[in-house]
């Protein structure tokens, strides 16, 4: 017999429910996918947010000489900052 993934209903107005199918095709995807996604989306940036990290001092100070340090030329980065975006063709 095949797993069955387990169903999660949400109760939405009609003018929710059209705002998320507006949102899904444009982002060319169905309904559910969109929801899915955005759903797990939201909950591992609420998770990070609540998350506590602890840094050891050695690796503090050494974080703090990288994050005072002067930043380092990337010609690559340069050169991507320079070209105009695709959508503005």
């Known amino acids: 017999m095949p797993a ?3 169903v999660l209903s949400v109760r939405v107005s009609p003018a929710e429910r059209d705002l998320l199918e507006a949102a899904a095709a444009q982002a060319r995807t169905s309904l559910s996918d969109f929801i899915r996604r955005k759903a797990l989306e939201a909950a591992e940036i609420d998770l990070l ?7 050891p001092a050695t690796d503090w100070e050494r974080f703090e000489r990288w994050a005072a340090a002067p930043a380092k030329d990337v010609p690559a980065l340069r050169e991507l900052a320079a070209t105009r975006p695709a959508w503005q063709d």
Do not use: H, S
Not at 49 to 55: A, E, G, K, N, S
């Open 49 to 55: 947010d609540q998350r506590l990290v602890t840094i």
């Open 4 to 6: 069955t993934n387990p």
